[in-house]
């Protein structure tokens, strides 16, 4: 197994109606109908998201429910990640050695990867800030939208600080202040403290979200390089509790396991 327990697996989400939700004539909900919009008029990305792709990994992955972004962040891209070279000799050994990976020892996995987790996120627009809820050891993220600048010295941590403004219906995020140690993805792309992230966050109609992500950190790449995530939408459910030390057997047999693919 990949990832450290992956609810998308073995739990069974709670079933109850989303509200609200347009229908079809046939009465079917209607997932191109105009995303929702808030009291500024800009688009609501409010609700309970998911991911598209499924990995295609084999028995490594056994019947986890994972997206091909989860395994390589770079998977839909069409050019090579433009790694430094020290990085592109880091990611061959992380890709050897899984266990090295914060993420199989519970630790929390940063936000560039809360777009392509295996575990259901929940989104809450709220004045002055966006709020993003992960069912994995109920994790947490807020991005600032209220108009204050970055602190001249943010303290170091896994999600980083983020502050948001809107273009048109694009809710543009930019993150400084990350930790030197994260891992983009489960094949090992470094993010460091030199890290900065832009996210562009679209809802171009009620059942999707669109987010373009470009990673800028010169000490880890030689220029700025740019992925797309799709996010569907998930109805009728609600995020369930999940913390990844009960029950976890995978840091162990992680550190055993063959390389889980070529670094790209």
Known sequence: MLSAGSSAAFSQWL?????????????????????????????DFSGMWGWVTRANCGAKCDDTQIS?????????????????????????KRSVEQGLDPNVHCMPRGTPRIWTDDYYKRIFMVPGRMLILTERNMGWRQIFTDGRPFPKDPNPTWNGYSVGHWEGDTLVVETIGYRDDLWLDAMGKPLTEKGRTIERIRRPNYGNIEVELTIDDPKAYTEPWTVKIDQPLVLDSELIDYYCLENERDSTHMRQQAPIGTPQ
């Open 68 to 92: 091909r972004e989860f395994i390589n962040i770079a998977a839909n891209r069409k050019e090579p990640v433009p790694f430094q070279p020290w990085a592109a000799e880091l990611v061959k």
């Open 15 to 43: 079933d109850y109606p989303t509200a609200n939700v347009p229908r079809t004539p046939d009465g079917k909900p209607n997932l191109a109908a105009p995303a929702p919009r808030g009291s500024d008029g800009k688009p």
